[in-house]
């Protein structure tokens, strides 16, 4: 159980195009997603909260207008890069956190986004 | 979060048992300690987490220090898939933030 999977696993973009990227849990309902990126060879860096229903809560430096975040369901959560630039070439992950009563949250394979 | 500590990397032989030390003597009372792994190019995985007993399940034991400012977490016989970056984070139980990731350690199981 606590399945989260992302798609697409890899993306090729050109610059100045947008790339959404869906993250759904398979097996439960997540109250909450979270999406972090990770640059290569650091650690992962929590991007935005995602609650069902509601605006999700950007970290401070994370342009809201650039990632657009929406958890319209309470099995999925897309991450919307906006005019993509190369320096947005990075690895993102998404987990899930399947209530108030669970502690762990689980996370997904991650997308790998390149822009060329 | 509370803070930890941990080496940057280990090496361990296969077969043999793999242990990992975390210093967190920062952490609250109602913090617990929990353990997350990431493989190269995928996302972390969750191990185990704890609050002052020893925890054990499928995949590792966790050992927590009577006065909590230390743990250790425990592969019985690694394997060359355990190779990855071992992360040790505290936060309290069902806490509704994202999770704070440190550097980790870097475990690498030699043959």
């Known amino acids: 159980g606590a399945v989260v999977s992302q798609h697409p696993s890899r993306v090729i973009c050109k610059s100045g195009t947008s790339v959404k990227i869906e993250c759904r849990s398979l097996?439960?309902?997540?109250?909450?997603m979270f999406w972090y990126r990770q640059f290569p060879k650091k650690s992962l860096m929590l991007m935005a909260t995602?609650?069902?229903?509601?605006?999700?809560?950007?970290e401070q430096g994370v342009e809201k207008d650039k990632f657009l975040i929406n958890h319209a369901s309470l099995t999925l959560s897309t991450l919307t890069v906006t005019s993509a630039h190369p320096e947005d070439s990075s690895f993102y992950i998404c987990?899930?956190?399947?209530?108030?009563?669970?502690?762990?949250?689980?996370f997904g394979p991650g997308t790998r986004l390149t822009v060329l | 979060d509370a803070k930890t500590t941990q080496p940057t990397s280990m090496d361990c032989a296969e077969g043999r048992a793999a242990n990992l030390p975390c210093n967190h003597s920062?952490?609250?009372?109602?913090?617990?300690v929990y353990w997350y792994r990431q493989i190269h190019s995928q996302g972390p995985q969750y191990i185990i987490h704890?609050?002052?007993n020893n925890e054990t399940n499928e995949m590792a034991s966790l050992i927590i220090t009577e006065d909590r400012k230390s743990s250790t977490l425990i592969l019985p016989h690694a394997t060359l898939r355990d190779t990855a970056v071992y992360y040790c984070?505290?936060?309290?139980?069902?806490?509704?933030?994202?999770?704070?990731f440190g550097k980790g350690t870097h475990l690498i199981i030699q043959p």
């Open positions: 987990s899930a956190r399947a209530g108030q009563l669970k502690s762990e949250q689980f």
């Open positions: 097996d439960f309902q997540a109250t909450t």
């Open positions: 995602s609650n069902e229903g509601s605006k999700a809560t950007y």
């Open positions: 920062t952490i609250s009372g109602n913090e617990y």
């Open positions: 704890g609050l002052k």
């Open positions: 984070i505290g936060r309290e139980f069902g806490g509704a933030d994202g999770l704070t």
